[in-house]
């Protein structure tokens, strides 16, 4: 098994979007994707040079997408390595995929010195803090969202 990431340019936005779709609908099945994310979500994630996207490729097929990269700390003149996303396909899961890419997007972030390297996670998927878990990450902090108004 060979485990590459390349570019996702462009010319791969409808498989992009497709693919994200897939990994927001299995952490929410209720997401529905909004205009501005249709319009919006990949333009605007290819348009920061800041961030790298790529897709997982596992023996020639696209087997998911990884996007990482750095940001500006909010309050220090300093920045944050980002893990915003990594998903496996279902059928290329438990193979040890996800490992190797996270390592793969750990070095390159370890390359811009950034002061940190942190990520989050969806409350209750658990394969996802054991494999941040088992990569040395820990975990510092929950995050509240403001429950939605039921009208």
């Known amino acids: 098994m060979t485990v590459r990431m390349d570019t996702i340019s462009a010319v791969d936005r409808e498989a992009f979007l497709a693919m994200a779709e897939r990994l927001f609908r299995s952490l929410n099945p209720a997401f529905v994707p909004h205009d501005d994310w249709k319009r919006s979500y990949f333009e605007n994630i290819l348009e920061n040079g800041h961030l790298s996207l790529r897709w997982i490729v596992v023996d020639e097929y696209r087997a998911g997408f990884v996007l990482f990269?750095?940001?500006?700390?909010?309050?220090?003149?300093?920045?944050?390595?980002?893990?915003?996303?990594?998903?496996?396909e279902p059928k290329?899961?438990?193979?040890?995929?996800?490992?190797?890419?996270?390592?793969?997007?750990?070095?390159?972030?370890?390359s811009k010195s950034p002061s940190k390297i942190q990520l989050e996670i969806v409350e209750g998927n658990h394969a996802a803090a054991a494999l941040w878990q088992s990569l040395g990450f820990r975990k510092v902090s929950e995050r509240y969202v403001l429950a939605e108004k039921k009208e």
Request: net charge positive.
């Open 69 to 88: 990269g750095v940001e500006a700390h909010r309050f220090l003149p300093r920045f944050n390595g980002m893990i915003y996303e990594l998903y496996i």
């Open 92 to 110: 290329f899961r438990r193979k040890g995929i996800a490992q190797i890419v996270a390592r793969q997007a750990i070095q390159e972030l370890q």
